[in-house]
């Protein structure tokens, strides 16, 4: 039996409350899984679920590859095929979930606070797979990664974060990590997709973290700018005129970019609205690293999986 063997069980359901020193030790962790040809028998006879009860194309498949590239068994649960639409509650499916012994249960919910409860009535450990508005914790440690891989650091970066900020819980975990480590994060977008109290986000941090409406300001200086999604599924009402109007004052394009450093980089957690958020040559360009983002995903998903499950035993 190893020392860690009769650890408590830990999840990661949000960034807020790791320390700079647990999050640099993840970032190091996902740095060996980093090369694509790397796998490992570490969770070898292990079960990882993956209940995403929202649509999700690259987060859901990312953590698929990551718990099989380990060696485990990975279980698909999407929200159209599941017990869910016969109106059985979350608990009871944590429970049923429960009864076969899962080690780990991946879990994508519209409602902030569902990964919690799931954890409340399982034994596996839980990762949070993003939750309503509030938190996305692996995206923002694959974000963290791929801004330490381009710029070599993450404290002092000065991060421009753009768009629905309201709705995205991408947002609010990039937040908390990065004033974490000492980042400068700006927020900007319109003031209607701008939480209210955006210091509340954020506790005591080495970082700062303002906001603004205004993207020329925001971009000033930049060394990342993080493009975000217009969250339409999550908007009850009408937070702007129109598309239109929203890619002449926020969308990032070319010329709008020069006000950036010039090196730098310009990222997104997908899916990507072309002509929206981000026009496609800035999408495509040499600026870019939505793909970077995407691969790093997987090093991050495996190191989470190995450093939460691969250290526990079965019979936990
Ligand atoms: C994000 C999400 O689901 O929160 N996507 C992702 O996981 N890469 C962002 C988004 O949907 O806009």
Redesign the pocket.
Known sequence: MTSTATAPRRDLLQIRGLSAGEIVTLLDAATKWLDPASVSDRLAGRTVINLFL?P?T??RVSFEIAAKRLGASVVNIAAASSSLVKGETLVDTARTLDAMHPDAIVI?HPSSGAPQIVARHTRAVVIN??DGAHE?PT?ALLDALTMRIRKGRIDGLRVAIVGDVRH???ARSNAHLLTTVGSDVVLCGPRSLLPEGIESIVGEAPGKLHATSSIDEALEGADVVMM??V?HERQQESFFPSIGEYRTRYGLDAERLRRAKPDAIVMH???VNRGVEVSPDVADGPQSVILEQVANGVAVRMAVLDGLVGTRKTTD
């Open positions: 929202e999700s690259r987060t994508r797979g993003g996305h995206q995205s819980r991408v975000l999604r969250q957690p997908g899916p």
